[in-house]
């Protein structure tokens, strides 16, 4: 991969780890510095400097809630007050757990909505007067297949999920005259949560690979990644308000996911 980043600032939410960190490994390869944001801290730090080392950017690493206002905002004034710019933001950050609708708390929806939409909507609302002002933005949102084909026992993450999808098709259409994009990228790739998953239940690990016309798993670094540093560079200016499905093609007959959960 070229370096056709080289200077750009970008934010990538949830980047020490799994999908986040496939994307920001890729973006810090095509030249981009990156802005690591997310709880873990140890996790953090060690993939900001990992990304130092191995591709000669400037990255660093700030511990942020995203489910908390404040440290979203002072997550991009962060990377302003940096790089003195904010071209890049990857709002990956997220989690899901199963659990029938019926038995959903309202506690539990509104916590998947914090996670997966409202943390989205304040990154995106802090951004856009830097990127306005730069006349220049790329933003990228992790989507999910769960909430595009209505998988069972994750409503919350399927709901939220898509009133973020929504989210970003509106955006597009109101800031492309700034010269700033939004897009979806709805990925299936290893992260260690899934890992662990399918290796609690492997059964259900081979019906879904049997179900993926690429006949593997996807690499966060390898899979996901480029498509990102497609979206970020100056190629992918035209492309605006869509949903990208980098799954190894099961979203074209869905995938039959059905963790156990209880009565």
Not at 19 to 37: D, H, K, P, T
Not at 142 to 165: C, I, P, Q, W
Not at 167 to 192: D, F, Q
């Amino acid at each position: 991969m070229t370096r056709i980043l080289e200077g750009r600032a970008a934010i990538v939410t949830g980047g020490g780890q799994g999908v986040g960190q496939g994307i920001a490994r890729a973006l810090a390869e095509a030249g981009a510095n990156v802005l690591i944001a997310q709880r873990n801290a140890e996790q953090g730090e060690e993939e900001a400097a990992f990304l130092r080392s191995a591709h000669g950017i400037d990255a660093a690493f700030l511990r942020s809630d995203v489910t908390i206002l404040e440290q979203v905002e002072a997550t991009v004034a962060a990377a302003q007050d940096r790089w003195g710019r904010l071209d890049l933001l990857v709002n990956n950050a997220g989690a899901s757990f199963p659990k029938r609708i019926e038995n959903h708390t309202d506690e539990e929806m509104a916590g998947s909505f914090a996670l997966n939409y409202w943390a989205v909507f304040w990154a995106m609302r802090a951004a856009f007067p830097i990127m306005k002002a730069q006349k220049f933005g790329r933003i990228i949102n992790m989507g999910s297949l769960n909430g595009v084909n209505a998988h069972m026992f994750t409503v919350a993450y399927n709901a939220s999920k898509e009133a973020m999808r929504a989210l970003t098709r509106t955006a597009a259409v109101e800031w492309g005259p700034h010269g700033i994009t939004c897009n979806t990228i709805c990925p299936s790739a290893s992260s260690p949560q899934a890992r662990d998953y399918f290796k609690a239940n492997p059964e259900m690990a081979s019906q879904i690979l049997q179900q993926v016309p690429a006949g593997r798993f996807g690499d966060a670094e390898k899979d996901i990644g480029p498509i990102a540093v497609f979206l970020a560079s100056e190629g992918g200016s035209y492309m605006n308000g869509n949903t990208l499905f980098a799954d190894g093609g099961s979203h074209v007959n869905g995938v039959a996911w059905r963790p156990q959960v209880e009565d």
